[in-house]
């Protein structure tokens, strides 16, 4: 018994089994709590059990319902995201190569970066309409700067005698880039999009719990004034799926192709971030 | 190019006076453009030029016409909600972060968890948080509380874990305790990254309360914002953007300034290193 528990402990599955079983744990509690009305009937009108909740899970996933909102959803975070990065990155290396475009512009991206962006969304509507367009502009601002930060971080982290001699032993200004600028940016602009991936969700439910007609911060909010508690904590459910995958996939990604930079055991600007 | 010339060039670089000068330029354009209404009319409309919005935003401040408009008790409101967000998330967050860096059965159990549910924006619990603590300031405060906790649990948990474990060890051989470790050793390689959190937090904080606001309720902001979006006031609408504008930045900006000089030390041997 020792031993096996000792082996266990070696090599790290008792905590993986600690986890789900504090999980079980926990619905089986709540599960309980919530039948049995416990401590008042109040509480419990908002708290669905997780069994029921789960069965709306399913025959919501089964008609299409949760799968058209999520759809949606996704589609204005791809949207936003692609947009975002897209602008950002290139203007942020920029920002951080050159010294005087950081001296001059740095600061204004810096001050734009703390500004609460969804102050900006009902302008967005009334000069783009309530349709996609508003809302893919709101994540794609909010994206912009997050990305364009880091960017500017990892312009600014190119060793500069690297290019010079480079240029001096004949390279093109290709080869400069692929073989200098991107090893040296990536891991700042890989851990920007990781942030932004995190943060897009925010601007996203913002969005859709504040003008939309589909999208997951829509189902969540209409169900919650609708006194459908269940497909609330289905869309809940749903939000923190969608939003877990897609890191858990990025960073995925990121140990594939960036292991070299985290085997010399450093860490892409994790403080730079500014999510919600 | 004469030497006089870059020098003059050089000295507005370090003193921001090139920035001062494109913001400034940019305003002047965007003035220049809404006065003569440039092509369509209707954009002009809501991109109102910023001088009346400056009037306007004057007068908000000095002579509020009635308590939806006045600026300076909205910005209260939202500032000192964010301000009860950051400062509950900061108390809750800090010791389970230091609870999960320190023991490693916790954080191996724990963390993935964390992780996993770090991307869930605290936005969407909102309509859950409504029902608990009904349409005022705690549901909003909540809200915002639950996005600062995990940015300060993530941060504090890594700044305990990136503590030198040579300077642990070297501590435990010359018999100092656990208490000992964690307050001579622990506590100053996590300060500094409970200093960044703190100013991630502050940004975050601000942008859910303003978001919730805008969402549902009567005070703050972001309900000042859409107020005047709903009467079409689009001068109104611009000085709560510029009243969010400084809320935000002033706020990230002095706890720039505070994080500098507590954690002056830590600034120091960094840069040395």
Known sequence: ?276 | MGRRLRVFLRWGLEGRLWTFSLIFAFCFLWEILARLQVGSFFFWDFMVPPSKSLATFYSLLTQPPYQEYDILYHSGTTLWRAGVALMGGVLVAVPVGFALGWWRALDAVFTPLFEFLRPTPSLIFFPILILLFGTGSVSKIMASLIAVSFVMVINSLYGVKSTDSVLINSLRTMGASNADILRKAVLYSALPHIASGIRVSIGASILVIVSTEMIQGKEGLGFVIYFALDRLQFDHMWSGILATLLVGAGAVYLWQYVEKKVLKWHFETTARA
């Open chain 1, 1 to 276: 018994m020792r031993r096996a528990l000792a082996e266990m402990y070696l090599t790290g599955k008792s905590y993986k089994l600690t986890t789900l079983c504090i999980l079980f744990i926990f619905a089986g509690v709540y599960e309980f709590a919530s039948r049995t009305h416990l401590g008042g009937l109040r509480l419990w009108i908002f708290f669905v059990p997780p069994s029921r909740i789960l069965a709306t899970f399913f025959s919501l996933l089964l008609d299409g319902t949760l799968l058209e909102h999520a759809v949606y959803s996704m589609m204005r975070v791809g949207a936003g995201l692609a947009i975002g990065v897209l602008l950002g990155t290139p203007l942020g290396l920029l920002i951080g190569w050159s010294r005087s475009l950081d001296l001059v512009i740095g600061p204004i991206v810096d001050l734009v970066r703390t500004f609460p962006k969804p102050a900006l969304f009902p302008l967005l509507i009334v000069i783009s309409g309530i349709g996609e367009v508003s809302k893919v502009i709101l994540i794609s601002f909010g994206i912009f700067f997050i990305v364009c930060i880091n960017s500017i971080y990892g312009g600014r982290s190119i060793d500069r005698v690297l290019v010079a001699s480079a240029k001096v032993m004949g390279a093109t200004g290709a080869q400069i880039f692929t073989k200098i600028v991107i090893p040296y940016s990536l891991p700042y602009v890989s851990a920007g999009i990781r942030i932004s991936l995190a943060t897009s969700l925010t601007y996203l439910t913002f969005a859709e719990m504040l003008a939309a007609e589909r999208g997951i911060g829509y189902l969540v909010l209409y169900s919650q004034r609708n006194y459908s508690y269940d497909t609330m904590f289905v869309g809940v459910m749903a939000m923190s799926l969608i939003g877990g995958s897609m890191v858990f996939a990025y960073l995925s990604l990121e140990r594939r192709f960036l292991s070299w930079f985290y085997a010399m055991g450093r860490r892409g600007g994790d403080e730079m971030s500014g999510g919600a």
